[in-house]
């Protein structure tokens, strides 16, 4: 098998984040299982006001051998969202993904738990 460039600019991109935070916890998750991932565009959000919004949230890239792997287990990370949607930080008012534990904001614990 030959060797593949490993230069990062070759990586795929296999996800757009919907919001600031939800690029990182899908490469904690990769990554967890296996699946080297980056998020790109986090210096977009430091821009105020000339990005387009869409422009501006994290995407999530992996190495184009690793994309069947990574999309198998985006579409198993989006599943427990159905089930368990978002939640809304009862101390700050930020709104966290369903697999976080606690508010990426202020560190309240989710009203799911316990
Ligand atoms: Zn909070």
Not at 78 to 99: I, Y
Request: proline share 10%.
């Amino acid at each position: 098998m030959p060797v593949r460039d490993r230069k990062s600019a070759e990586w795929v991109q296999v996800f757009r984040g919907s919001g600031p935070t939800d690029a990182y916890l899908l490469r904690d998750w990769l990554e967890r299982n296996g699946v080297r991932a980056t998020v790109r565009g986090e210096s977009l959000m430091s821009l105020r006001g000339d990005v387009p919004i869409m422009e501006a949230w994290p995407t999530v890239w992996v190495p184009p051998a690793d994309r069947d792997r990574a999309e198998a287990l985006i579409t198993e990370f989006h599943g427990p969202s159905l089930v368990h949607p978002a939640w809304q930080c009862p101390k700050c008012g930020e709104e966290n993904a369903p697999t976080f534990g606690s508010c990426w904001s202020c560190g309240t614990d989710s009203p799911h738990l316990g």
